[in-house]
């Protein structure tokens, strides 16, 4: 089918500085639809990046995982225990037009971010995977996916969840070939084009789960 072999594939941690954190901004508005340039207006880009370079959260570099195919970036995957906590709710803006327009957007999507803030314990969850148009359809989505899956496994986790729009259908059925269900909807975010997404769930066996030999 003209894939590439998992082997071409490198998967690395991402690292402070430039290149990473673009890396991962391109990743969190990708992965959202846009929702981020939605929110912020044209200040988007340099407040993401700003946000992922601070150390200790949910959306922090040290977070993902980022592809490579021959030495360049294909795709990246934001994930971790569903405990870390989130950027704090202004992302650092002082008040200002940005600032005002980020908490009206929120605002009006706070049904929306309740239903993506809520999870149970033991999850661990994937904010955000991307992976570039050049390089979809080459199997970098499942190396990304089954890492995470891995290193949600070595952490102890009891689950992997996530949340894609409802008319992925696609990504729907991605998921759903490595035992993802989905387990709730969210409302819709009507300033946000109408966006909803799905909760999907994948449980993990643990060691007590396992058939014995």
């Known amino acids: 089918r003209g894939c590439v072999k998992m082997t071409d594939v490198i998967l690395r941690d991402a690292q402070r500085g430039p290149a990473d954190e673009a890396a991962v901004t391109w990743d969190l508005e990708t992965a959202t639809d846009q929702m981020y340039s939605i929110k912020l207006g044209s200040k988007w880009e340099a407040t993401l990046r700003a946000v992922v370079a601070q150390p200790g959260h949910a959306w922090s570099v040290e977070r993902a995982r980022i592809a490579e195919i021959d030495g360049s970036m294909v795709g990246v995957l934001l994930g971790a225990p569903a405990t870390t906590p989130m950027p704090e709710g202004s992302l650092g803006l002082a008040w200002g037009w940005?600032?005002?327009?980020?908490?009206?957007?929120?605002?009006?999507?706070?049904?929306?971010?309740?239903?993506?803030?809520?999870?149970?314990?033991?999850?661990?969850?994937?904010?955000?995977?991307?992976?570039?148009?050049?390089?979809?359809?080459?199997?970098?989505?499942?190396?990304?996916?089954?890492?995470?899956?891995?290193?949600?496994?070595?952490?102890?986790?009891?689950?992997?969840?996530?949340?894609?729009?409802?008319?992925?259908?696609?990504?729907?059925?991605?998921?759903?070939?490595?035992?993802?269900?989905?387990?709730?909807?969210?409302?819709?975010?009507?300033?946000?084009?109408?966006?909803?997404?799905?909760?999907?769930?994948?449980?993990?066996?643990?060691?007590?789960?396992?058939?014995?030999?």
């Open 98 to 213: 940005t600032r005002l327009r980020l908490w009206a957007v929120s605002l009006s999507g706070r049904a929306f971010l309740n239903f993506m803030s809520e999870h149970g314990p033991g999850e661990w969850y994937i904010t955000a995977v991307a992976v570039m148009p050049e390089a979809r359809g080459k199997g970098v989505g499942a190396v990304l996916l089954e890492d995470a899956i891995t290193r949600a496994r070595d952490a102890g986790a009891t689950s992997v969840t996530l949340d894609v729009d409802d008319r992925n259908v696609g990504a729907q059925r991605f998921y759903g070939r490595y035992g993802f269900e989905v387990t709730g909807a969210s409302p819709p975010a009507r300033l946000w084009r109408g966006v909803r997404v799905f909760r999907m769930r994948l449980a993990l066996a643990s060691d007590n789960d396992q058939p014995s030999v």
